[in-house]
């Protein structure tokens, strides 16, 4: 058995494994893993609980003997199943919560197997140090620029496009799985814990060229329930910033089809709706139900540019005293405008 020091995040990308265990529970898992880990719990959450529970009202032997028991019948099924076709010369990284009984005791039964088994020294504890200390205590590792620009300016599929293009692009509303706004989380979908969002955004700083410029989309300090780091978000306040500048029209138009999934469910678009009232009148929050019962989208999301978010927008923090460097014009925002949009700040990005 190999036992493996992590001294940076970056060194998770050179490690000479084919896979990456987390041994822990499935919750431990949920909060956050390291990338590209897969879980094989040798104690799911309940088991965990019971043997918790026994360590301290009965005893640390009687815990022990029930929990090896329970390691070894999660182990056997893990054998038949999700490694029942690994090679001879499968090369294992195991981790546990800290590097304690529960991954030493799977990589002690798979090593006797004859593969060659890693043992995170520390586990993820060790992990999420590193992860603290990335987004914490350290400046932001390359130059910012922020692309910025109203509700509806198709802000996130031009840093999509932009990417693609090879631009340095960090999407920091795909990781936080969501929109930015009141309407932003995708109908049946969560946001990632705070630290498995911070996880993301190390690795993807991890991963940048310090010499070129990275685009980011103006946001809020928070993104849904998520908060930026402090070292993003003074990087983000201190950075060049660009703006896109469309038609309200061309907006509404984008806006119906990038939140299609929300029209989709009726129910859905009128309790976000709703949550609108401490901002408006009786009266306008009913025009707006009565727009999204009859489906009428296109004047919806004009109105609620217009009235709401283009205000709000205006006073973000990110916008206070800051003047944009570059306003990049367009009178559509469909395909072909897109791609020349993003070429154009591609060109820009450098």
């Known amino acids: ?197 911070e996880s993301a955004l190390a690795m993807a700083m991890a991963r940048l060229d310090p010499a070129r410029p990275v685009l980011v989309e103006a946001e809020s300090n928070r993104i849904g329930a998520l908060r930026l780091p402090p070292s993003l978000w003074r990087a983000m306040q201190d950075a060049e910033r660009i703006e896109v500048s469309a038609p309200l029209s061309a907006r509404a138009d984008w806006l119906q089809q990038a939140y299609a999934d929300i029209t989709a469910s009726p129910g859905d678009l009128m309790e976000r709706l709703r949550a609108l009232s401490p901002f408006h009148s009786q009266a306008v929050i009913a025009r707006w139900m009565t727009w999204a019962q009859e489906g009428a989208f296109g004047a919806l999301a004009a109105e609620l540019m217009q009235e709401h978010y283009d205000p709000r927008y205006a006073r973000t923090k990110l916008r206070q005293g800051q003047t944009a460097t570059h306003i990049f014009m367009t009178e559509h925002l469909d395909e072909p405008a897109q791609q020349a949009l993003a070429r154009r700040i591609a060109a820009w990005l450098g």
């Open 1 to 197: 058995m190999r036992r493996v020091t992590l001294n940076s995040l970056s060194e998770i990308d050179t490690l000479p494994f084919d896979a990456v265990i987390d041994a822990r529970s499935p919750t431990e898992f949920a909060e956050d893993h390291l990338p590209g880990a897969i879980n094989l719990s040798v104690l799911d959450d309940a088991q965990r609980a019971q043997v918790g529970t026994v360590y301290v009202q009965e005893s640390r032997f009687l815990a022990r003997r029930i929990g090896a028991a329970l390691v070894a019948r999660n182990a056997a099924r893990h054998l038949e199943t999700a490694l029942a076709d690994k090679p001879a010369d499968f090369r294992p990284l195991v981790y546990c919560w800290r590097g304690g009984q529960r991954s030493g005791a799977f990589a002690m039964i798979l090593g006797q197997i004859g593969w060659q088994v890693g043992l995170l020294e520390g586990g993820w504890k060790s992990w999420r140090r590193l992860v603290q200390d990335s987004v914490y205590n350290q400046p932001f590792p390359a130059p910012v620029r922020v692309l910025d620009g109203n509700t509806g300016t198709a802000k996130t599929a031009l840093l999509q496009k932009v990417a693609a293009l090879g631009g340095q692009v960090i999407d920091l509303e795909g990781m936080a799985r969501h929109r930015g706004s009141l309407f932003g989380l995708v109908p049946g979908d969560a946001q990632p814990s705070q630290k498995g969002f």
